[in-house]
């Protein structure tokens, strides 16, 4: 079987000399597909997907982006490569414009980025009508949007999400979700960490279940829900 | 009359020179403020940056007037003004390359820095006075006023005169004009649009691609040109000696506290807050007082509330009040 | 080589450096140089309890200082009755009036409404007390200068024993500490830092401006020694007999005298305040400041009151320079405002503590004798250096003159390298922190 998308392939690591938080964990992402993680508070959802985004040592394991190894690339260099990524916190130029946010997401660009915001703007409207306010006026949504917008300024072809939807209203995430389902038919991979397991793995082609840095559970959205262990364990009966 | 008289009188020494010094101030405070914004530092190193650009640019106004090239009617030190620039810059540079940069990658805390620019500013202290000495050194030429006292009384038939000095308009029309500069860079580049990125949100400005060291790189020419620019216009407003311009952190310290530190904005108003708070403390009212009420009630003192020996308390004064009741300053600090 | 090890050696180095100085140079100059080393090591410990323990940036260093030698003056001079007959009472009655508007404007501030109200009621109370506080203190303040001024015009000290005026300098500095502190502790740490710089230079625009106290840049002279004088040892048979048998003139020998007289003050003063730092390091008070130190969040979260605990280290550190400032003065016999220069009296303090080791008190003693070594003897290797170089010069160059006057300032340069250097490749210090 070819390799997925984007594999982080029976990663083990941790932060800098400290102890190994993952252990032998595997998250991958099939093209235009949504991957969830989920899993108890502490169980390394977030380390697990800064690990393949290069923000930790993985110590041993490899992560594979189109079957090419990039372990050892920096997090910088992943971007080129066209992984996005939205921090959980302070993910905007709380500062700047909306469209100044989009701008410097776009920083690395060096052809004509305009259509890619308009493309941004048309999936997301509230932001067009902001463009001029700076994103630290806005609300808790809104923010979220300009986050996942300045990552889309790339064009990446994965797109890593840390809990977007963390503190915001019920109604509020139930848009995000849609917009984010909108993002992946587009043809971009989604990889996401989520608190909100069940509505999450309701979008998920792909779940994975982490309990104390390894793979508990894995298998599509539907399977995951459907498990009894999982439901018992994770998701409130 | 008397209360047009007494306008005069007030914005002869107190408006004119109080924005004069606001605006050498407030470049100042800007270069202050940048350091902090984007390297996250209190530099104490400031005073003496701008004393030695400054003494480069009286150097080479030496050796330009010594050969005989002036500006006209305008001080030959605008002339010298960009070598002042361009030595500071490469100062700036290599002590950022030589000492900066290592604490930058160790990711150290900014009171680390902040010691470090206490050596920093040891050197340049050394450097300054062991090239040209510590004392007063006078190089401003040209047309002296703009305006003369006598001229204005011709003018107007009024009995106070005003005088306006050719370098408190200098000053002004160079901080305009800077300011400008600057803000359209900051707002409107994309160099300038990073760094305001990278003040805001460091970590997601790396993310974005941004090159930090890139980002440091312009912010020490800027804080270069701004130093050396301000150094130079209080030089020619008063005089260059370095000891003046290490007690100038003070007043530039309290303006960009007072503004919030890291924010542009603020350190202008600062600039001004503080240099007309010193101006009119330091002011004797008598005069003023005198025009402006009956005969019977003019006052026989100065009234002066403080000699002007006490300005720096006055900056103190009002950077206490505001680390008492608004520690982020008049505008909200950090973040470019 | 073991740390105690390394400490001696580091020790001896310096007292061999001092008495290479008695040899090559003088005795003199030997003495001189321990005298203000003392000094300075009480110095850099006050620093190094505020900075290597807790971690607070006092960039005021000379304030404090100054206000210690304000002291040696109103403890120990002679009170100039003159003077006091013309204004005395009244201006003590204006200083009090000042406090009580300063008090009543604070007072306004808390009891009254916030807005406008608040504002226009403080700027009223302000006025008023400002216009009335003049009103007493300055014809009082005129009377008293106007009193002899070429010999006195100042109000004089309260002629007690100049010895007591070293623990006074203490309480001086801690009281300006004690307000500082008050406004900048607990708020970013580059605050206090600043506000110290600001109070150091209004101490010292004081001390420069308010004769009636200090004389101001007239200088205060002949302040009362705590040893005999010179001239009176030379008058002193048995002295002379005795300098003579150890085969000194009595000249040399009444100045080596007083010195050693005063090292051994100096000495004294420094191990009683050395034995109690160590203490307090070592006490759970100390472990407690350095857990603040290096991790403030978490003892903020259990439950300890930080900025209560910096004000009181803060207070300690600074009063430990107040009483440094105090013994300076008395050494010299002299106040002269215009000498306090920051960069010698504050950022050179800083650089010793560095060097030596910040929170070790024994490094930052060390750092005190070895970096006032540096900047006594610099200043004639540079001047030698300088001679050197420009030796092929022709004797009437102008750079050559220039060179040479420049020398004076390559201590400025070489502290600022030594300082650089040091935090970059040994930032712990020689003597590092346990």
Known sequence: MSDPFLIGDCMTGGYGKGPDILHECTIAVEKGEIAVIVGPNGAGKSTAMKAVFGMLDVRQGAVRLQGQDITKLSPQDRVLKGMGFVPQTHNIFTSMTVEENLEMGAFIRTDDFRPTMEQVYDLFPILRDKRNQPAGELSGGQRQQVAVGRALMTKPSVLMLDEPTAGVSPIVMDELFDRIIEVARTGISILMVEQNARQALEIADKGYVLVQGRNAFTGTGQDLLADAEVRKSFLGG | ?336 | MSETGKTYALFAMVVVLIIGTGVVQSWNSALFILNMGLISAIMALGVNLQWGIAGLLNVGIMGFVALGGLATVLVSMDPVPDAWDAGGPRLFLGLALGAASILAVVMAYAKLPKGWARIIGVAIVAIIGFNITRGVLDPAVQAVEAVNPALTGYLGGLGLPVLIAWPVGGLFAAAAAWVIGKTALGLRSDYLAIATLGISEIIIAILKNEDWMSRGVKNVIGIPRPLPYEIDLQADPSFVERAAGLGLDPMTASTLYVKIGYGVLFAIVLGILLVLSQLALNSPWGRMMRAIRDNETAARAMGKNVTARHLQVFVLGSAICGIAGAMMTTMDSQLTPGSYQPLRFTFLIWVMVIVGGSGNNLGSILGGFLVWFLWVQVEPLGAGLMNIITMPMAEDSAIRAHLLEGAAYMRLLTMGVFLLVMLRFSPKGLIPEK
Do not use: C
Request: glycine share 10%.
């Open chain 2, 1 to 336: 009359m008397d209360f047009l008289n007494a306008l005069v009188v007030l914005a002869n020494f107190v408006v004119i020179p109080g924005i004069a010094y606001g605006s050498q101030l407030a470049l100042g405070a800007l270069g202050v403020t940048l350091v902090y914004g984007v390297l996250r530092f209190s530099n104490f190193a400031h005073g003496d940056t701008m004393a030695f650009g400054t003494m480069v640019v009286v150097l080479v106004t030496w050796w330009m007037q010594s050969v005989g090239i002036t500006f006209g009617p305008l001080p030959t030190a605008l002339l010298a003004l960009p070598v002042g620039i361009a030595a500071t810059a490469v100062l700036m540079v290599g002590t950022d390359r030589m000492v900066y940069r290592f604490y930058r990658q160790k990711k150290a805390e900014p009171v680390v820095y902040l010691i470090v620019s206490l050596g920093v500013m040891f050197i340049m202290a050394g450097l300054v006075r062991f090239i040209i000495g510590p004392n007063d050194q006078s190089f401003s030429d040209g047309e002296r006023f703009i305006i003369k006292v006598r001229d204005f009384k011709q003018m107007t038939g009024l009995d106070e005169g005003l005088a306006i000095k050719t370098t408190q308009g200098i000053t002004v029309v160079t901080a305009i004009v800077v300011v400008a500069v600057l803000f359209w860079f900051l707002n409107n580049t994309r160099t300038g649009k990073s760094m305001r990125a990278f003040s805001d949100n460091e970590d997601l400005a790396l993310l974005s691609g941004i090159n930090p060291e890139r980002v440091v790189l312009y912010t020490w020419l800027i804080v270069a040109a701004l130093a050396t620019i301000a150094g130079t216009l209080y030089g020619l407003d008063k005089s260059f000696k370095p000891f003046v311009y290490f007690q100038l952190l003070l007043p530039i310290f309290a303006a960009a506290i007072v503004g919030g530190l890291g924010n542009p904005l603020g350190a202008i108003a600062g600039g001004f807050v503080i240099a007309f708070s010193e101006v009119t403390v330091t002011y004797a009212w008598k005069k003023v007082i005198t025009y402006v009420v009956p005969d019977a009630w003019a006052p026989e003192g100065l009234v002066q509330l403080l000699s002007t020996e006490y300005k720096f308390a006055v900056s103190f004064v009002i950077l206490v009040i505001v680390l008492l009741i608004k520690p982020t300053g008049l505008f909200k600090g950090k973040a470019l």
